[in-house]
């Protein structure tokens, strides 16, 4: 569509208040920043091989071959984000969620979330990468926090377009329930809202699915050496004994992962300690944390796999410490830390003399 046609825009927004008058409570916008093209038609560059790594797409796949900087993030796009932003004001207690992909996606999540006249939130594919390394994600969200002074973040680790974070960020491609529980607090304890993908709060990993059965044009495309995404696009695993994991009364577009079925929703509600069940009472949990909610966050210098940072809202300070690694892992706390502190209930951590010992996974949650 040509959104340098007034027309077009005006259909867009009839469009979004035809939802908003049947009471949406708003919208998560797909490649926001897509809307505009470049006015004069101009070719995007080549990208040389040895650059093609972006945010939530591999090497191999053929958007990484070029520098995407004319068929997005144009300078128009702002004063339609500002439109759309008018139009929700008008329905008081709607949201816009901007999914953001651009050659710096951090920057653009803070203009199009600047001033409070654009998007309520916007989040990016810089989590939804390979890099998985406490510096990784302490730089990533840093450095959003030094650019996006007014605006809200949203973070994700998984979506419809990347391979599952449960098989991704685990070393051995394999899945591991202490990885996801702690990915699931960690994801949960970082400033912003977050987005969780159907399926991680099962502890889903990358399904394998047969050329012969990919819907997914760029993995028809491009198979073998782009896969394309419907491996984590398979159907949910509702119930364990019903013919398509319970999730249709037929085959669906995609086959049901034969792993996932044993992680189905039913199963794992029986389960105390199952992922879902962990993941329940820390959402629940969560909840209870004003700090976690809404406080600042401040990161800590901890050396490889150990991620540490405060959160901070009015009296409530809550210290988070994450073992991103199979291993276990002993950190020397300091003083300031080691005195007038309360372990919180969501931990599986031990401290002793200063000590913090913390299993393969483990992750300690303290009050200050």
Same mark, same amino acid.
């Given at each position: ?52 790594? *972006?945010? &939530? ?8 071959? /070029?520098?995407? $900087?004319?068929?997005?993030?144009? #300078? ?18 709607t949201v816009s969620l901007g999914e953001i992909s651009s050659e710096d996606s951090l920057q653009t999540m803070a203009e199009y979330t600047a001033d409070g006249d654009k998007l309520h939130m916007g989040y990016s594919f810089e989590l ?74 099962? *502890?889903? &990993? ?8 990919? /819907?997914?044009? $760029?993995?028809?495309?491009?198979? #073998? ?6 491996g984590c696009r398979t159907p949910m695993p509702w119930q364990l004994e019903q013919p398509y994991a319970g999730f249709s009364t037929q085959a669906a577009w995609l086959p049901v992962e034969q792993q996932h079925q044993a992680l189905a ?77 309360t372990e919180l209930q969501h931990h599986n951590c031990t401290l002793d003399a200063g000590t913090l010992t913390m299993p393969s996974y483990g992750c300690y949650f303290a009050a200050l």
């Open positions: 569509m040509n959104f340098h046609n007034p027309d077009v825009r005006k259909a867009v927004l009839d469009n979004v208040e035809f939802w908003l008058k049947k009471g949406v409570d708003g919208f998560r916008l797909d490649a926001i920043n897509f809307c505009y093209h470049d006015a004069q038609l101009r070719d995007n560059p080549a990208k040389p091989k040895e650059l093609r790594q *972006g945010r &939530g797409f591999s090497e191999d796949n053929p958007y990484a071959f /070029q520098y995407h $900087y004319y068929n997005n993030t144009q #300078p128009e796009n702002l004063s339609f984000m500002q439109e759309i932003r008018s139009l929700l004001d008008r329905y008081p207690g939804l990468t390979k890099d998985y390394s406490a510096q990784y994600i302490r730089e990533t969200v840093s450095t959003l926090e030094s650019v996006m002074t007014q605006g809200w973040p949203c973070w994700a680790f998984s979506n419809h377009d990347v391979e599952r974070v449960a098989s991704r960020w685990n070393p051995t491609g394999n899945t591991d329930p202490k990885q996801v529980s702690m990915l699931t607090a960690l994801l949960g304890s970082l400033r912003g809202s977050v987005c969780m993908y159907q399926g991680e709060e099962l *502890g889903l &990993g990358e399904a394998q699915v047969a050329f012969e059965d990919l /819907q997914d044009p $760029y993995g028809i495309t491009f198979w #073998p050496n782009f896969k394309g995404r419907d929703v039913d199963v794992q509600l029986q389960a105390e300690d199952s992922v879902l069940k962990r993941f329940q009472h820390f959402m629940a949990w969560r909840k209870t944390m004003p700090a976690l909610q809404y406080g600042d966050i401040e990161f800590i210098d901890t050396p490889e796999p150990i991620l540490a940072f405060y959160r901070h809202y009015e009296q409530q300070r809550i210290l988070c410490i994450f073992n991103l690694s199979g291993e276990p892992q002993t950190l020397k706390l300091g003083d300031e830390i080691r005195s007038e502190h």
